[in-house]
Every structure is written in C-alpha cells, then in structure tokens.
C-alpha cells in the first residue's frame, strides 16, 4: 500500500479482555515502531523492531504487552487483561532505516470501559 | 527524560511567522520535527542530526544547538495548513532508534 496501514482504526474492549492491534507498515521498509498517544500528549515509544528481531521493548509499560513482528513486515501490538489506563491511540510507524523520517499510521484508539 | 516545548500554543493569523523551541537536559544525537491534525498520523518535517546535518522538504526551517541541546522550528509566512499540533522528538546516543517525544505545541493560524 502507500502508506502505513493500521487495524482497527477504533476498537472499544471491556476492562479484562484482550486485544490485537494490527500495523502494516510501508513495503521494504526495515524498521518498525509502536508508540502510544494519550490524548492530548506527545507519542511515548513502546517498541523497536528491526525485520523480525525486537531490538528494544523497554517501552513497554507491562508484561500485558506483548508485540511482534514474525516475517518482518505485519506487526501486532497485543494487550492482555485489558485496564482503563490502556486507554489511548497506539500508532504505528515505519522507516526505511532506523534513523530516518518516520511514516506514521493514523493509529488504533482503544477505548477500555 | 521528555523534552520540554515551548510555547504550549499559539495563535497567528495567516501570513505571520512563529519559532517553536524544544530543549533537552541529555545529549542529543538527532532531533525530529513531526506535525499532527487532529485524528490524523503525524506528518515528517525535518531531522537535524549532530553536526549540523539538516534534513527536510519543506519550506519550514529548523536549528539545532548542539552546545544547548535544544531546537527551534521557524514557521515563516504562515499559511491554514500550518495548523496543527508540532511535536518535536529528540533522539540520545544512548537511545538506539527510540524518539522521545514533547508533549506538544499546538499552533493554529487564522485567516
């Protein structure tokens, strides 16, 4: 596609249940990224990969989060027993190489009621 | 440590220009400049990298001092479409790929 793609663009979960978040990045882009945006704050970064290998996930804010990128392009974002804090837009962003423009998705608002 | 941004919002009326500041209290590698409309993914504007290296492509400017470790973004000429919410990024040595994001200036520019 031309851009990042993100799936859903709106999901709302009871608190408890898990969720799946889905980024397909730019094509041949290496670098993948998740961030999480709280409403009215800046992006705060979650997780780093490169191809399939997830060089930094010290973002993560607990062992609910769980991310992963199998063949190097698709990534999910999984979040388990889900909480109110989850609340937030999680965005996806791509890069051709780790140090570059960033192309964002418009991201996934989870909503946990 | 997130960096700080300054002023949290302006408001300008088209034609006007307008310089937003980010500082930092680490050493700075890179920093980033990013613009959101709202419900929208941020949009790329600019890198300054340590050494002076800036890259962009549009005709807004951009200075990054190393010494200080902050940036400033020069929006000259306002127009409509500059508005939005500008977030700066700031990438350390130590931080490997990883961005860290302020927390946001939100301009907007009337007619």
């Known amino acids: 596609g031309a851009g990042v793609s993100q799936s859903p663009r709106y999901k709302v979960a009871k608190r408890g249940q898990d969720v799946a978040l889905r980024c397909d990045p730019i094509?041949?882009?290496?670098?993948l990224f998740w961030y999480q945006q709280a409403l009215g704050q800046g992006p705060e970064f979650l997780t780093y990969f490169q191809n399939e290998a997830q060089l930094d996930k010290s973002g993560l804010p607990s062992d609910r989060f769980f991310a992963e990128r199998p063949e190097g392009s698709v990534s999910t974002l999984k979040i388990q027993r889900t909480q109110q804090e989850d609340s937030a837009v999680y965005l996806c962003?791509?890069?051709?190489?780790?140090?570059?423009?960033?192309?964002f998705g418009e991201g996934s608002r989870l909503t946990v009621l | 440590q997130q960096p700080v941004q300054s002023p949290q919002a302006v408001i300008l009326r088209e034609g006007e220009d307008a310089v937003i500041n980010c500082s930092s209290s680490?050493?700075?590698?890179?920093v980033h400049w990013y613009r959101q409309k709202h419900g929208e993914a941020p949009v790329f504007l600019m890198i300054l990298l340590k050494g002076g290296e800036q890259k962009g492509h549009e005709k807004i400017s951009a200075s990054f001092n190393e010494k200080k470790q902050q940036s400033s973004l020069y929006l000259t000429a306002s127009q409509l479409s500059y508005s939005g919410t500008y977030f700066c990024?700031?990438?350390?040595?130590?931080?490997?790929?990883?961005?860290?994001f302020g927390e946001g200036t939100q301009l907007t520019v009337n007619p």
């Open positions: 094509s041949g882009h290496v670098s």
């Open positions: 962003a791509s890069s051709f190489v780790s140090t570059g423009e960033l192309f």
């Open positions: 990024g700031t990438e350390k040595e130590t931080s490997g790929s990883r961005l860290t």
């Open positions: 680490k050493a700075l590698y890179s």
